[in-house]
Nanobody, 128 residues
């Protein structure tokens, strides 16, 4: 089992910045890819940014150039630096970890049932 705990969400004005963190614990040896996804009210969950174990990254078109995904292997923590935030970035942000590979558009491919993990999310609210 892998546990993921997000933090760093909050409320900021448009143009501001936030850094999200995702602390991973448990048996992480099977994880090949980690990602940030978000879900706005009334919308489907969408990929934002992903990073493979090998360090490859992918981003959704809507955040390219504004968001940066990174990790600290020693701390088993994934980060999402979000700059130039817009009201449309308002959403619940989730961390995910899967044994699948990285896909385009800021997501990871899912592995077998029961081997994909999600955190409970952290809320980001951007005011205009």
């Amino acid at each position: 089992q892998v546990q993921l705990v997000e933090s760093g969400g909050g409320s900021v004005q448009a143009g501001g910045s936030l850094r999200l963190s995702c602390a991973a614990s448990g048996y992480t040896g099977s994880i090949q890819c980690m990602a940030w996804l978000r879900q706005a009210p009334g919308k489907e969950r969408e990929g934002v940014a992903a990073m493979s174990n090998g360090g490859r990254t992918s981003y959704s078109d809507s955040v390219k150039g504004r968001f940066t995904i990174s990790r600290d292997l020693a701390k088993n923590t994934l980060y999402l630096q979000m700059n130039s935030l817009k009201p449309e970035d308002t959403a619940m942000y989730y961390c995910a970890a899967t044994p699948g590979g990285i896909s385009s558009g800021g997501a990871c491919y899912l592995g077998p049932y029961g081997r994909n993990y999600w955190g409970k999310g952290t809320l980001v609210t951007i005011s205009s």
